[in-house]
């Protein structure tokens, strides 16, 4: 039996201590590697060999907590799949609990409000109106806050204290004190007054009953619950809904005939027929027919992309105008759109350094909350201030330093950040990655695929003294088109673009060098003007080397064209630059990065693109061992390096790196050594990615700034007996609401376009 990597869904967590404890537990179990994270309620947990997914549960029931398997996913279309806890029983889980939170809120406000008011403005305080403000506040209390005193006793029964335990504590204290002044002490005396003060000093209020601090901090709670409640379904549905646009039924072809099928029956290999207006079922490659895609959904990028025989399409994604066949390449789990949804939420699941730290500092906040709250409590009595004033102090401490926006700072920025990440086509593989982004300061873009399409095109032709230039396409265009390089396949393409070609007769190909055939009666020879000399002993006349060397240096790659024993001719091949390559390097340099070239081509092709794309560092000839050992040497200058690449040659650059980045339209190899993945092949997607990371850090730190803040100005004003607890309670919701409601600005980040 091997290791393996499950996720548990985690029921009964109600702020990050009991994360931090869950965590810890499954931690202490031998060989047990566990990440929890509170904001989406998931434990993804490495057991080793000899323990059980049923012992994992056993560990977190035994914490206080419940722990189940991710429901089993309803059967989706192929480009549809999702990964586990996207799907509808998981959804109707977490709509029941707002659909509770809201329902408790409502309740609750409706019958604090009239406590709120009575206890406030004194010309509203009629005789014994403290009796209907006790008889609207008990249920507020008791009812409203019940989620809270639940999870409370249930910590105190694993002997463990949570930000639910300083909630519950507070509302019970006030209460509880309000109850005894009112049945056993003066408060309940007919004629009774109270006022409300923002700070009061202390000693004063000690008459007073504290209703109003029980019933409108258990609404300011369950508001700002059920704020982070509708933020996470939220950022959660967007994922949902992205993974569920797939096609329902497809037309395959079987012996020629098209068949209408469920698009989960699709198979690897099967062909199908996508008409104009219709969803592509599943990744593929175009066998048969043009069109324009719509690829917004996953990339982002709002203009339709035009794709032809042999290109590729992922599924989902929308056939504009044209007729295709399509050949699946990728069906079920192993689809575009699976693949993100495990991407993401491994992100959302995992935890970046300044979550940990949180976390660590959740973990023992709330035992210190305690202490502080029972020293305001000794202090004030040993000071002869009187029960009411100690008692005052205690309720405030606890009730302002409840720590919940500490709790929410990451994991709701992280949550929102990478699902609005995995809407603009940014796949964010983890949490640390936001930090590298942070630190890059130097940025390698590899040439092909990357900086240029990949795609080599005919640049020029270039006749020989004395021979016709159509000729020369004709006679190489026919030679080349039994070969699938990429070279032969720009000078075909062109050369039938032309004209007809004529038939070919023993075509050879000589890796690497050029290929050989018999054209119309002639010995017809396209490659290397070096092989043409060596091989065949033929020269290029001084103006055609003299040419050659004028376009190599341009950055073209030149084959020339020989038949009947002489050259005819030379051939001019290039990989055009990316539309948006210049402006992508020019971004890069705002951001502070520093971009290079690096490439396996020669120095005089990678220094024509670099010069055209405003790049002024260039390493070229560079063999994929090499580009890792590029990125090494910059490392070891002290530069904290990131990679842009596609290609198989780039995966252990990519690997290696402070921060791997891998077009989604480049091989798996290089998708799975990076650390950010772009399902655009524009180089401004990088762009979009450093800014969307860098954003979503800097929400992050500054949710944490002002958890720390807040909790570090407010702690001592209500341990000195000058905060009222109602003010204490506002601001401590307040926090959470706010912490809440900065993360969900990056719901609005935008592109570069």
């Known amino acids: 039996m091997t290791a393996q990597q499950v996720d548990l869904i985690v029921g009964g967590m109600t702020c990050a201590s009991c994360a931090a404890r869950v965590e810890k537990k499954l931690n202490r179990m031998p060989g047990v590697e566990a990440t929890v994270n509170y904001a989406t309620e998931k434990a993804n947990v490495r057991l080793p060999a000899g323990v059980s997914v049923a012992d994992a549960i056993a560990t977190v029931e035994a914490t206080g907590y419940t722990a189940t398997l991710p429901a089993p996913k309803v059967e989706a279309p192929v480009g549809a799949v999702g990964s586990g806890g996207h799907g509808a029983p998981d959804r109707a889980h977490d709509d029941g609990d707002v659909a509770s939170l809201?329902?408790?809120?409502?309740?609750?406000?409706?019958?604090?409000?009239?406590?709120?008011?009575?206890?406030?403005?004194?010309?509203?305080?009629?005789?014994?109106?403290?009796?209907?403000?006790?008889?609207?506040?008990?249920?507020?209390?008791?009812?409203?806050?019940?989620?809270?005193?639940?999870?409370?006793?249930?910590?105190?029964?694993?002997?463990?204290?949570?930000?639910?335990?300083?909630?519950?504590?507070?509302?019970?204290?006030?209460?509880?004190?309000?109850?005894?002044?009112?049945?056993?002490?003066?408060?309940?005396?007919?004629?009774?007054?109270?006022?409300?003060?923002?700070?009061?000093?202390?000693?004063?209020?000690?008459?007073?009953?504290?209703?109003?601090?029980?019933?409108?901090?258990?609404?300011?709670?369950?508001?700002?619950?059920?704020?982070?409640?509708?933020?996470?379904?939220?950022?959660?549905?967007?994922?949902?809904?992205?993974?569920?646009?797939?096609?329902?039924?497809?037309?395959?072809?079987?012996?020629?005939?098209?068949?209408?099928?469920?698009?989960?029956?699709?198979?690897?290999?099967?062909?199908?027929?996508?008409?104009?207006?219709?969803?592509?079922?599943?990744?593929?490659?175009?066998?048969?027919?043009?069109?324009?895609?719509?690829?917004?959904?996953?990339?982002?990028?709002?203009?339709?992309?035009?794709?032809?025989?042999?290109?590729?399409?992922?599924?989902?994604?929308?056939?504009?105008?044209?007729?295709?066949?399509?050949?699946a390449t990728r069906v079920g789990a192993d689809t575009e759109l699976a693949t993100m949804a495990r991407l993401v939420e491994q992100a959302q699941t995992g935890k970046a350094d300044v979550q940990r730290l949180a976390d660590r500092v959740s973990a023992v906040f709330v035992p210190i909350v305690i202490g502080l709250a029972l020293a305001a409590l000794a202090g004030w009595l040993l000071a002869g201030a009187g029960a009411e004033v100690a008692f005052t102090a205690a309720v405030a401490t606890l009730i302002v330093a409840c720590p919940c926006a500490l709790g929410l700072a990451t994991p709701m920025a992280l949550l929102v950040g990478t699902a609005r990440g995995a809407q603009l086509g940014i796949l964010i593989k983890g949490p640390q990655i936001l930090e590298s982004t942070k630190r890059v300061d130097t940025i390698l873009l590899d040439k092909t695929g990357t900086v240029t399409s990949g795609r080599m095109s005919l640049a020029g032709v270039v006749p020989a003294p004395g021979e016709s230039g159509a000729e020369v396409l004709r006679f190489a265009g026919a030679a080349e088109s039994g070969s699938e390089h990429p070279i032969a396949a720009a000078v075909s393409t062109a050369a039938r673009a032309a004209g007809e070609l004529p038939p070919v007769e023993s075509f050879t190909s000589t890796q690497g060098l050029g290929v050989q055939a018999i054209v119309d009666g002639r010995l017809v020879l396209v490659g290397r003007s070096a092989w043409l000399a060596e091989q065949w002993a033929i020269e290029l006349p001084t103006a055609l080397g003299a040419r050659q060397a004028d376009l190599e240096a341009a950055g073209g790659t030149v084959v020339a064209v020989a038949w009947d024993g002489a050259a005819r001719g030379i051939l001019s091949v290039t990989d055009t630059v990316k539309q948006n390559s210049a402006a992508a390097v020019a971004q890069l340099r705002e951001l502070g990065l520093r971009p290079m070239l690096l490439t396996g081509d020669n120095e005089r092709a990678a220094r024509a693109v670099a010069a055209e794309v405003g790049i002024d560092e260039v390493r070229a000839g560079v063999l994929p061992a090499g580009k890792a050992e590029v990125v090494r040497a910059l490392q070891a200058e002290g530069r904290v390096v990131a990679m842009v690449g596609d290609g198989v040659n780039d995966a252990v650059a990519l690997a290696t790196a402070d921060l791997g980045i891998a077009m989604g339209t480049g091989t798996d190899a290089a998708i799975e050594a990076s650390d950010l993945t772009l399902v655009r092949s524009d180089l401004v997607a990088v762009v979009d990615?450093?800014?969307l990371s860098r954003r979503t850090l800097a929400t992050i730190k500054g949710n944490l700034f002002w958890a720390f803040a807040y909790n570090v100005a407010a702690i001592p004003v209500a341990m000195l007996g000058m905060l009222n607890p109602l003010v204490a309670g506002a601001a401590m919701a307040f926090s959470s609401v706010f912490v809440v409601g900065n993360s969900l600005l990056l719901r609005r980040f935008r592109g570069v376009r």
Do not use: C
Request: glycine content about 8%; cysteine-free; aromatic content about 8%.
């Open 102 to 327: 809201r329902r408790r809120l409502i309740v609750s406000t409706v019958l604090a409000v009239p406590v709120v008011l009575l206890s406030m403005i004194p010309a509203l305080q009629f005789t014994n109106w403290q009796w209907l403000a006790f008889a609207l506040a008990a249920p507020v209390a008791l009812w409203g806050a019940w989620p809270f005193h639940r999870a409370a006793w249930i910590n105190l029964r694993h002997g463990a204290a949570t930000m639910d335990t300083l909630i519950s504590v507070g509302v019970l204290a006030a209460f509880a004190w309000s109850t005894y002044a009112l049945f056993f002490g003066h408060a309940g005396m007919p004629g009774m007054t109270m006022t409300f003060e923002l700070f009061t000093a202390p000693g004063a209020g000690a008459d007073e009953i504290y209703l109003e601090v029980a019933a409108a901090v258990t609404v300011f709670v369950l508001a700002g619950r059920y704020a982070e409640a509708r933020a996470k379904r939220s950022s959660t549905a967007a994922i949902s809904a992205l993974l569920e646009m797939g096609a329902s039924e497809v037309s395959v072809l079987r012996d020629g005939v098209e068949v209408r099928m469920p698009a989960a029956d699709l198979s690897v290999d099967d062909r199908f027929v996508v008409r104009p207006g219709e969803k592509i079922a599943t990744d593929g490659v175009v066998v048969d027919g043009a069109s324009a895609v719509d690829a917004s959904m996953l990339t982002g990028e709002s203009v339709p992309v035009e794709v032809a025989t042999g290109d590729a399409v992922v599924g989902a994604t929308i056939n504009v105008d044209g007729r295709l066949v399509v050949r």
């Open 689 to 691: 990615a450093i800014r």
